[in-house]
């Protein structure tokens, strides 16, 4: 089974600030990880993957991840924090190996930057 | 290009009470999928869709129907409306469904069942 812990419910940062936002996870091959950002009353917005390759993976909107394989870490961070960052934030997963097609979501972990 | 759109937006629907939930996505994807989320939950998939005229169950398909009416459009609905199912539905496609593909998401219909 795959799945993935948001282990912080909420993240409070101020303006200017680097940020982290943790993720794990646990699948039995080799992961698919993606983070996503839903901001109120929308959908969820697609910020950067991690297929293969480098470890560190840029995205959308100055954001970045280091995949850890050792640590089965995906964790999100970006250099300095916009109080437009504020928002919800999920990780997800898909086992490769598997070919199940379902994302597994963590809980999500919603990020508030302070100015 | 206005990606994945979904209708209606709201709807308070009564238990007992049947309605479906439409979708529709103008990038020429062959899948799709329909997720409900649920506080603190993530996002948990109900069908899946992959490619026209085929159709799959996902983690939570219990008191859903789907129907992919051709390759733009994929329907969710609810025959019986139960409380358990008041949650906000999303959307979503892929170009072929392969597993490192990016899923792109519609802007969601928050449901209530009283």
């Known amino acids: 089974a795959q799945s993935v812990a948001q282990p912080e419910d909420q993240v409070n940062v101020a303006e200017g600030n680097p940020l982290t936002v943790k993720c794990t996870y646990s699948?039995?091959?080799?992961?698919?990880l993606f983070w996503y950002v839903q901001y109120p009353n929308r959908g969820l917005q697609f910020l950067l993957k991690?297929?293969?390759?480098?470890?560190l993976v840029k995205g959308s909107y100055g954001f970045e991840a280091e995949f850890n394989k050792s640590q089965t870490s995906f964790h999100l961070k970006k250099p300095s924090a916009l109080v437009s960052d504020s928002a919800l934030y999920f990780c997800?997963?898909?086992?490769?190996?598997?070919?199940?097609?379902?994302?597994?979501f963590g809980s999500g972990t919603r990020l508030q930057v302070q100015p | 290009n206005a990606g994945v759109t979904q209708t209606p937006k709201f709807q308070v629907l009564k238990t007992g009470q049947s309605m479906t939930l439409q979708c529709a996505q103008d990038?020429?994807?062959?899948?799709m999928y329909w997720y409900r989320q649920d506080p603190g939950m993530g996002l948990r998939l109900i069908y899946y869709?992959?490619?026209?005229?085929?159709?799959d169950k996902g983690e939570v398909p219990n008191g859903y129907n789907v129907s992919r009416l051709n390759k733009r459009e994929f329907s969710l609905r609810l025959e019986s409306a139960a409380p358990s199912q008041t949650s906000v539905y999303f959307c979503?496609?892929?170009?072929?469904?392969?597993?490192?593909?990016?899923?792109?998401f519609g802007p969601g219909t928050r449901l209530l069942v009283l």
């Open positions: 979503a496609s892929s170009e072929m469904g392969g597993p490192g593909e990016t899923q792109y």
């Open positions: 699948v039995s091959g080799n992961p698919y």
């Open positions: 991690y297929i293969t390759g480098d470890n």
């Open positions: 997800a997963v898909r086992d490769m190996d598997t070919g199940r097609r379902a994302l597994t």
């Open positions: 990038m020429n994807h062959n899948s």
């Open positions: 869709s992959a490619s026209e005229g085929t159709t």
